[in-house]
């Protein structure tokens, strides 16, 4: 029987295939439980229906990493599942199952030949319903229950040898073994096959003469074209050149042959009632589960495709850990994606950072100089948290994550003339939502506050804000370049940006804990470009 037990497992770590077959109930024609891969519990599962994206998207770069991924996909649109992180933890563990099954060549090879199957299907449908004639129409159907019959079948048998380690695709595996036994698809494949057998023992003859076409029945003729073939095949030496013209096909039936095949089928009425009756009877094919699932599948096949061009480049993923009661989180080697899709393509190197917390730490305060990578390290603290909430792979090469039920973002806006503030009061109204929003299971991150006024207000607000934060017991990121909100109390964590001890005017763009120092180092940048007062006063003198 089929083994639901990982324990029971040969030498590469994957279940033992059975001498068996599936269970008794897919035996007996019975289709085991089965709702989606996408999650566990039917009340979490994700539609397909558009989804507006989270508020923090453009912030994170977000927008842009969905937007990549999508683009993996032709047929669908798989945004609505990306808009949706997970808040349960088996769920999550149950898509990170999916995924590492998906990397193995052999399952990723047979779930896009399944795709690709089903992208002809509606392909030959869509075909079917644009056509004109009749049996055309009727044929293109026909073509297209046949390819789906054929997939779903290749797809069963394929899973079943593979014998998947994932609950998800366990469980597909087995609902599909008890549908392909199913009276009803059992009966659309044999009808299938029984059509295709009549009609292509149809056969019929064509005489033309003048203007005027007769179809009769086939009467033993002879086939003069096979004769005429065969008389002249002694005298073949080598190939040689076609000379043939072949003219281009019009791309659909024309009149004269749609009554040509009006007429036959008037020859065989039967074979012709029968198609009509399948295609007016199976107009509906494709199972509901089963388009569910070939849509819900290319979520993962399109990340991991998105990856694999980081991967080829030598970058490290991992499955991160998630973490509901402790907030000690941690990454190795983690790097901002949207940033590293930006390089990869150009060719470039990307600087991955190291980042941790430990009790009662829960603030990362980054300061440093301009252009060292703080906002960059912002955005991958929420990058790799979101994309762990939905399931997938993060950047980095060993990642422990919080569970989160919300993700806040405060980065700096242009200022709205139409709302009437100004750009201290917004950042003020932007900070209270967020706080009256956010829970202890919140992620807050914020880049660069209070900018826009004094030295002494943005250390007295800052500090006002970040005791809030404080107070929640909240996971947060604040990229400052007030080095006193570093050491305001013990769940601060500083994290400095670092710069090339040989010349400070280059950034490394590493992001190290340690003591916040105060340092801007803009005097070396204003150095670097020849803008100092006494560079540009030598500049402009007469």
């Not at 026909?142 to 079943?160: H, N």
Request: charged content about 25%; proline content about 6%.
């Amino acid at each position: 029987m089929w083994r639901d037990n990982l324990d029971a497992a040969d030498d590469g770590g994957r279940p033992m295939p059975s001498e068996e077959g599936p269970p008794a109930n897919v035996r007996n024609g019975q289709a085991p439980h089965f709702e989606s891969v996408l999650c566990t519990n039917p009340r979490n599962a994700v539609g397909p229906e558009p989804r507006e994206a989270p508020t923090h998207f453009p912030d994170l770069l977000l927008d842009r990493i969905v937007k990549a991924i999508a683009a993996e996909c032709q047929d669908f649109d798989l945004t609505p599942y990306f808009h949706v992180p997970l808040r349960d933890a088996g769920d999550i563990a149950y898509r990170q199952e999916i995924m590492r099954d998906l990397e193995a060549r052999a399952t990723m090879q047979a779930i896009t030949a399944f795709c690709q199957s089903m992208h002809t299907v509606r392909e030959q449908r869509q075909l079917a319903q644009k056509l004109y004639y009749q049996w055309e129409k009727a044929w293109w159907l026909l073509e297209a229950v046949d390819t789906y019959g054929r997939s779903v079948l290749r797809l069963s048998e394929t899973l079943l040898q593979l014998a998947p380690r994932s609950r998800g695709l366990r469980a597909a595996g087995a609902w599909l073994a008890g549908h392909v036994r199913s009276d009803a698809f059992q009966a659309l494949v044999s009808g299938v096959d029984r059509l295709k057998g009549d009609l292509s023992a149809v056969r019929y003859c064509l005489l033309i003469h003048g203007n005027s076409i007769t179809v009769r029945r086939y009467d033993g003729e002879i086939d003069y074209s096979a004769a005429v073939e065969a008389t002249f095949d002694k005298f073949r030496r080598r190939a040689v050149k076609d000379y043939r013209v072949r003219f281009p096909s019009p791309g659909g039936m024309g009149h004269i042959e749609a009554q040509i095949a009006d007429r036959v089928a008037l020859l065989f009425p039967e074979v012709f009632s029968a198609l009509q009756d399948f295609c007016a009877a199976h107009a509906d094919f494709v199972d509901p589960q089963i388009a569910r699932f070939d849509r819900e599948i290319q979520f993962y096949v399109a990340y991991l495709r998105y990856l694999a061009r980081f991967r080829q480049a030598g970058l490290p993923f991992c499955y991160p850990s998630l973490l509901t009661e402790s907030k000690e989180i941690r990454c190795m080697r983690g790097f901002d994606l949207a940033l590293a899709d930006k390089l990869v393509g150009a060719g470039q190197p990307i600087v991955p950072n190291d980042f941790c917390l430990h009790e009662p730490e829960r603030i990362f305060v980054v300061s440093g100089p301009n252009q060292g990578g703080k906002t960059t390290f912002a955005r991958m603290v929420g990058q790799l948290h979101y994309l762990a909430c939905l399931g997938c792979p993060v950047p980095g090469e060993d990642a422990r994550l919080f569970l989160f039920d919300a993700i806040y973002t405060h980065f700096e806006r242009e200022e709205d003339i139409t709302s009437l503030r100004g750009k201290l009061q917004d950042d003020l109204v932007r900070i209270r939502r967020i706080l009256q929003a956010a829970t202890p299971d919140s992620l807050i991150i914020m880049n660069e506050i209070f900018s826009s006024t004094t030295l002494k207000d943005a250390v007295f607000l800052g500090r006002r804000v970040l005791e809030q934060v404080s107070a929640l017991d909240v996971l947060g990121v604040c990229v400052t370049f007030l080095s006193e909100l570093a050491t305001l109390n013990g769940k601060m964590a500083s994290f400095v940006s670092a710069v090339d001890p040989a010349d400070p005017a280059v950034r490394t763009y590493k992001v190290e804990r340690r003591p916040a120092d105060g340092l801007a180092y803009a005097m070396a940048l204003a150095e670097k470009y020849r803008v100092t007062c006494q560079q540009i006063g030598e500049r402009i003198q007469p």
